[in-house]
């Protein structure tokens, strides 16, 4: 059995690359991906390592497909997990609500009994105002595909090795 899910929701499959990508470097022996279109409460429970993708829409919201996931979400059984979040956004067009979308799941996870991992600095982002910044940090992976696509694989790749020495 893999030990990480990777649940994704993503309309126009920047979110499930994404996905794709990190099972690659995470290895793809030990991971399953699973689009939150069709996820159930019992896929994420199965795992002791989770890793949530989303994207955020318009100023603010979170992809529909994860909007729909999150009653999944908040009703899971989550303890003794450790979880990490990744965002995709655009930090020119969206200053003011740049990766919001990984700030709402964050919020709704933080007072969970689980173990929320893969907090990145916020040096070379350049936005006004995130939900998914906490103390200096962002809460997880943000990647901007619109406006720093070059920088995205290797944001992946160094994410990826900082989440696999984190995990269980």
Avoid at 9 to 27: D, F, I, M, P, R
Avoid at 140 to 155: F, I, K, V, Y
Wanted: proline share 1%.
């Amino acid at each position: 059995m893999q030990n990480i899910g990777i649940f994704y929701g993503s309309s126009t499959g920047n979110t499930e690359a994404v996905a794709k990508q990190l099972q690659k470097e995470l290895g793809e022996d030990k991971v399953e991906t699973f689009d939150v279109a069709e996820a159930k409460l019992a896929d994420l429970e199965n795992f002791s390592n989770i890793i949530l993708g989303t994207s955020t829409w318009g100023i603010g919201d979170l992809q529909d497909d994860f909007e729909d996931f999150l009653s999944e979400l908040s009703n899971a059984n989550l303890s003794g997990k450790k979880l990490a979040i990744y965002g995709l956004g655009d930090q020119y067009s969206y200053s003011d609500s740049f990766v919001d979308g990984m700030g709402e799941i964050y919020e709704l996870l933080k007072d969970k009994s689980c173990e929320l991992i893969g907090e990145i600095p916020t040096e070379g982002y350049e936005y006004d105002s995130s939900r998914a910044e906490k103390e200096g940090q962002l809460v997880g992976l943000a990647l901007d595909a619109d406006n720093q696509d070059e920088l995205t694989a290797s944001r992946l790749k160094s994410w990826a090795e900082q989440i696999r020495n984190q995990f269980n």
